[in-house]
């Protein structure tokens, strides 16, 4: 069945250092990737997404790529910062409109 | 613009009660999820509406879940009756239409099943 793999399921880094967080989807005809980030006692909250027609997006700090053939697709955030600290999820829109979530990655950043 | 609203925030109780959730979306969308995330995953879709039609309830546990979206606005999830493993955090959340575009979550509530 669809199915999406995310690692790793925690990361620390160092503030001002790079995080990447890796996800990999099954159904190929998946067309729409979304990031989101949920602290603790809330909701998700979209980050940043990318359709399958881009290869890669920005958002100042944020940026996600794509690679389609190998049904990849990663989470990078730079100059982190320690209220980045949360659980980021990734997801795929399968191609009946479902949505798929990762299994989630805690992202810790010391200060 | 006023998220997506959830009530309870909180709810315990014992195995093989009965408990509902409430969900008000953002106006105007036409798209209502359910979701349960138990502690340590990722989101798991329960149930779908557009408008006051399901569209996904596939992995809704139908024996003991029941959900509804009367007049395509509010929705409630009911469970009943409930397990141990039903303990976990669930989540409403709104998209204006089905498809390929962001979800609007709600703060979810925090079910405990003793």
């Known amino acids: 069945g669809e199915n999406v793999e995310q690692h790793p399921s925690t990361l620390s880094v160092q503030e001002g250092d790079s995080a990447v967080i890796k996800c990999t989807y099954s159904?190929?005809?998946?067309?729409?990737f979304p990031w989101y980030k949920q602290e603790l006692g809330k909701g998700p909250q979209l980050i940043i997404d990318i359709r399958s027609n881009v290869g890669e997006k920005k958002d100042q700090r944020i940026a996600v790529t794509l690679n389609k053939t190998a049904k990849h697709f990663s989470l990078h955030i730079t100059e982190t910062q320690p209220e980045d600290s949360a659980v980021y999820f990734c997801?795929?829109?399968?191609?009946?409109?479902?949505?798929?979530f990762g299994t989630g990655t805690r992202l810790k950043v010391l200060a | 613009e006023a998220g997506v609203a959830q009530s309870p925030r909180y709810k315990i109780i014992e195995k093989r009660q009965s408990v509902a959730f409430w969900c008000n979306p953002i106006?105007?969308?036409?798209?209502l999820y359910w979701y349960q995330q138990i502690l340590g995953q990722g989101p798991k879709l329960l149930i779908q509406f557009q408008n006051n039609g399901v569209v996904d309830d596939s992995q809704l546990p139908k024996d003991r879940f029941s959900a509804e979206r009367l007049k395509g606005v509010d929705s409630t999830l009911k469970i009943q009756p409930a397990k141990l493993e039903d303990s976990a955090v669930y989540l409403c959340a709104s998209s204006p239409n089905r498809g390929p575009e962001k979800l609007f979550f709600g703060s979810g509530t925090q079910l405990s099943v003793l």
């Open positions: 997801a795929a829109i399968s191609g009946t409109y479902k949505y798929i």
């Open positions: 106006s105007g969308h036409a798209t």
């Open positions: 159904d190929s005809a998946s067309n729409y």
